[in-house]
């Protein structure tokens, strides 16, 4: 294996690997040093947007600016920093709020189901038969996770469910929207200014400075890794890896995300994980792989 692609898989499983990390002392500041989730948000999403322009001046001034000298794309980077950027943040810790981080990391990795019946429905043609293996995974294993197996009741909050289910879209519409800004722009410059944007918007709706938590060293360390190692740091590596290896490659290898939340939810939260709801999470990571497998096959020249 080559220098270069080992770099980029260790980078596509580190960002991964920080994210999910990320989304545990979420859930520990949470039910612990009594953060909300609107709070952590905002801070996050204000901080981190502010570092990665700050990052993007730095490694190319002119390059960071670009999409403000063009009016449409400027529009669509406003337009994709509420639906996409902020909406995805948001839901994802108030899923983390309500229910716990493994499982939130867990229903994220839905956003491959969903894009499939948005693209049925937007080229209106039937799905290929491996969507349709993908949906009934997914479908499948979300039953079990929410349910551990016991098919007539929710363990898990209704509410940790919907807003599980609505980082599922918001991840989708994340993955979809920006597509052509990134290509034109680059990531550095579309991701910073997204965040910044939801942060600053968010800081208009929810001033931060009128609910600062109490002030405690495991409190604010807690704060800085979410918003320097489980955002800023952990969007720069995993973009950073596409540099060397495919875009398929680093899909899979963002199952680190879900696999670390899991772990640390249950070594350090307490949180249980049976074998049903193991089953589930297999089968929505799975869906993840199958998609990606598909789509290297279709890069292959037909002989």
Not at 11 to 35: C, D, E, H, R, Y
Not at 46 to 63: E, M, N, P, Q
Request: charged share 10%.
């Amino acid at each position: 294996m080559q220098k270069p692609r080992i770099k980029g898989i260790g980078l596509a499983m580190m960002g991964p690997l920080l994210w999910g990390i990320s989304g545990t002392i979420a859930q520990f500041l949470f039910t612990s040093k009594n953060v909300s989730a609107d709070w952590l948000v905002s801070v996050r999403m204000l901080v981190s947007g502010l570092l990665l322009v700050l990052f993007g001046l730095i490694t190319g001034a002119k390059a960071s600016f670009a999409v403000w000298h063009n009016r449409v794309d400027a529009l669509k980077l406003i337009f994709f920093s509420f639906v996409g950027m902020a909406a995805s943040q948001y839901t994802y810790f108030k899923a983390i709020e309500f229910g716990n981080a493994a499982t939130a990391t867990i229903l994220q990795f839905l956003s491959p189901a969903v894009i499939i019946i948005y693209l049925m429905f937007r080229t209106r043609k039937l799905p290929r038969r491996i969507d349709v293996i993908s949906l009934i995974m997914a479908l499948s294993g979300t039953v079990l996770l929410v349910t551990h197996g016991r098919l007539t009741t929710l363990a898990i909050p209704l509410q940790g469910l919907l807003w599980g289910l609505g980082t599922a879209v918001t991840a989708s519409i994340y993955t979809l929207l920006p597509g052509k800004l990134l290509r034109k722009y680059g990531s550095i410059p579309i991701v910073g200014w997204s965040m910044l944007i939801g942060g600053i918007s968010f800081s208009c709706f929810y001033q931060i400075w009128t609910d600062m938590p109490a002030f405690s060293w495991q409190t604010y360390s807690g704060v800085a890794f979410v918003v320097i190692f489980g955002t800023m740091l952990a969007y720069l590596f995993y973009l950073q890896s596409l540099s060397y290896i495919q875009p398929t490659t680093a899909s899979v290898l963002g199952s680190f995300e879900p696999l670390s939340a899991t772990i640390l939810s249950i070594l350090l939260l307490g949180i249980s994980f049976g074998l049903p709801e193991t089953i589930g999470g297999i089968l929505i990571l799975g869906t993840v792989g199958l998609q990606s497998w598909a789509a290297m096959q279709n890069k292959i020249p037909a002989s």
